[in-house]
């Protein structure tokens, strides 16, 4: 499935934009996705350097561009500072449904600055794109992703699992409509 939008959705907090990843984002990208903290609890291939950051920043465009998901660079609006990243991916039509993930640079954490991003990205999905269920994949010993979408009204899912990474918890928001 592809969602439609007609031009790139900038987003905007009472701190914080949300806006499109770019090539200019290239060093920062890279320290977020090379840090051992953010890593923790992910799994996934880490950049060696510059050119496979690129490399990464040019297929989440590329996502973009083909309608597949929507991916933000969060920048603090009061001196510009990149702080971390969320999105949606994952698009399922009929169910109107999608995933988001997030990852938030180790000198930002605790300030309350991924709450605030989460909650006008889950705006954004249920009131603009008419997702019916948004659903988030965590480690299970992610304590701060857990306690982020529990205050979000977030639900565990027992019973449900990610295929490919036994130790992530899958946590859903439905709509209020």
């Known amino acids: 499935m592809g969602l ?9 907090t009472e701190r914080f934009l949300l806006r499109e990843l770019s090539l200019n984002d290239t060093k920062f990208i890279f320290s977020l996705r090379t840090s051992k ?3 923790t609890f992910i799994q996934r291939n880490t950049p060696k350097n510059l050119s496979e950051t690129r490399a990464f920043i040019d297929m989440i465009c590329n996502l973009v561009a083909d309608h597949k998901g929507v991916f ?9 500072e990149l702080m971390g990243t969320i999105g949606i991916r994952n698009f399922e039509v009929e169910d109107n449904y999608a995933e988001i993930g ?3 640079h180790p000198d930002y954490h605790q300030k309350g600055i991924m709450s605030e991003a989460l909650k006008e990205v889950v705006n954004f999905g249920f009131n603009h794109l008419q997702l019916n269920t948004i659903e988030a994949y965590t480690h299970k010993n992610n304590i701060a992703s857990i306690a982020l979408l529990e205050k979000h009204n977030f639900v565990l899912q027992p019973k449900k699992r990610d295929e490919n990474f036994e130790n ?7 709509s209020k409509k």
């Open 4 to 12: 439609m939008l007609n031009a790139f959705p900038v987003l905007e």
């Open 37 to 39: 903290e953010v890593n």
């Open 72 to 80: 933000w660079v969060i920048q603090s609006k009061q001196n510009d």
């Open 102 to 104: 997030y990852e938030l």
């Open 168 to 174: 992530n918890r899958i946590f859903k928001l439905e």
